[in-house]
């Protein structure tokens, strides 16, 4: 079945360091892919998406780009701050599947220090 | 901007009470969804809901209901609260077009002793 794999947290950086959370997807067709945000206390917020191959999502200065040759949609940022300090989430939503359901990975959590 | 409220933010409930999560969309949206999100384990969907008293089962129902009288309103039941059930649950509505967004409202932490 449909499935998201992204990297494994904690992931700590210091601030202005360069970012990458990697996550690969298994799915037919050609899902829509997305990364959500959750920052601590809150529920989730989209924070950027991609619905065809090579598509680049980007917000906020983090950038994901669609590979399907890779099955790849792996989150960047140049230089985090620590207002970046949340649980990032990568998600696909099946091309067919009925009601469009949303498949999460684990969660990553990310913690950046001054 | 879409709104997804939920009742409650923090809940404690004993073992075998029954309890009722709330959660309520302002965009007329016809999708609404119930999660639960436990670490390492990302978010699984319990129920969702394509209309007003439509219902599907998500990958984790057992022990859980559903009710939707109300387009904009959506309830997770607990007919009878385990200790397993201790998570945090998110409600989420979705847009009706490309690309499909789904909105999440703030959570509710629910603690079973």
């Known amino acids: 079945g449909d499935s998201v794999t992204q990297m494994e947290g904690p992931v700590t950086l210091s601030e202005e360091a360069f970012l990458t959370i990697n996550c690969t997807y298994t799915a037919t067709g050609y899902p829509s892919l997305f990364w959500y945000v959750q920052y601590p206390g809150e529920g989730l917020q989209l924070l950027l998406k991609a619905t065809k191959a090579d598509d680049k999502g980007s917000n906020k200065g983090f950038e994901a780009t ?31 599947g009925g009601y469009n359901k949303l498949i999460f990975g684990a969660g990553t959590r990310l913690a950046v220090h001054p | 901007d879409v709104k997804v409220t939920q009742s409650s933010r923090y809940l404690v409930k004993r073992t075998g009470e029954k309890v009722f999560l709330e959660c309520v969309q302002d965009m007329d949206h016809e999708n609404m969804f119930w999660y639960r999100q436990d670490p ?3 978010l699984r969907l319990i129920y969702f809901s394509y209309d007003v008293k439509m219902k599907e089962k998500g990958d984790i129902p057992e022990g859980y209901s559903v ?8 309830s997770l039941i607990l007919e009878s609260a385990s200790t397993n059930q201790t998570s945090m649950y ?17 959570g509710t932490r629910l603690t079973v002793t």
């Open chain 1, 66 to 96: 669609y590979r399907k040759e890779t099955t790849s949609f792996h989150l960047e940022k140049g230089s985090v701050q620590v207002s970046d300090s949340a649980v990032y989430f990568c998600a696909l939503m099946p091309f067919s």
């Open chain 2, 40 to 42: 390492g384990l990302g």
């Open chain 2, 67 to 74: 009710s939707r009288e109300k387009k904009e309103r959506f």
């Open chain 2, 90 to 106: 998110l409600c989420a509505s979705k847009e009706q077009h490309l690309p499909y967004e789904q909105y999440f409202g703030p």
